[in-house]
């Protein structure tokens, strides 16, 4: 019986940590747009525009529904082919691109929910003394939303950091290809892939801390 090479996997750690900006970078690129876009659905749903209500329905249904793996051959490899003009973008382009769109579906429902959360009482209220509609979502409603919003929303983030290894199909030289490339020069795939899979957790470690501290910051007007 084969034991763990220890020493191996240890020294797999600084090749790993070489790729990970680029892991992160996709990240955290994918979840600003993926926010910026789910907010915007939300907000759509939430006051059932009309058409564009429909449109992001269907927007929501065929982004969760399509698994993340097909959203991304079907931007790198299909939309060139409908577009020659997008022959030119980059794989790293092209998974923020894909994991921003799948991630801003979910957020979507995740900000519709917080949307719905705060009292429509409120907003009743804020357009009584003479606020805009705008200016109560900015001054009022959204802080609120936000709150409620953001143990879920960093959820998402760790199923989106997570997933950014799936761009190693499209030949991205992020943190999980960086390690298949490792484990396949010297054969010790366990020790390898075991040293990635701890480095994704402490990030996710880091990260549950980071939201933590937030969310106490975020609820200190609350607290009585």
Not at 2 to 18: K, V
Not at 80 to 109: C, D, R, V, W
Not at 123 to 128: H, Q, V
Request: hydrophobic share 55%; glycine share 6%.
């Amino acid at each position: 019986m084969n034991t763990i090479d220890w020493e191996f996997m240890i020294s797999a750690f600084p090749t790993l940590i070489q790729a990970l900006p680029i892991t992160l970078f996709m990240a955290v690129a994918a979840m600003i747009f993926a926010i910026i876009g789910g907010l915007i659905l939300a907000l759509i749903t939430k006051n059932k525009i009309p058409v564009l209500h429909q449109l992001s329905k269907l927007y929501i249904s065929f982004f969760r529904g399509v698994p993340t793996l097909v959203q991304l051959f079907l931007i790198y490899y299909g939309l060139p082919q409908l577009f020659p003009e997008m022959s030119k973008m980059t794989a790293l382009t092209a998974a923020i691109i894909g994991l921003s769109l799948k991630n801003a579906a979910y957020l979507a429902e995740i900000f519709r929910a917080a949307l719905n959360s705060v009292d429509d009482g409120q907003l009743e209220a804020c357009l009584s003394v003479g606020m805009t509609k705008l200016q109560a979502y900015r001054r009022i409603i959204l802080p609120q939303a936000i709150r409620n919003a953001i143990p879920a929303t960093g959820n998402t983030f760790i199923g989106l950091l997570k997933e950014t290894s799936l761009a190693f199909t499209l030949g991205v030289m992020e943190m999980f290809a960086q390690g298949k490339m490792y484990a396949s020069g010297n054969l010790k795939y366990f020790e390898t892939y075991l040293a990635v899979a701890i480095v994704y957790w402490v990030l996710t470690i880091i990260y549950s801390i980071l939201q933590d501290l937030f969310e106490r910051a975020m609820s200190k007007p609350y607290r009585t």
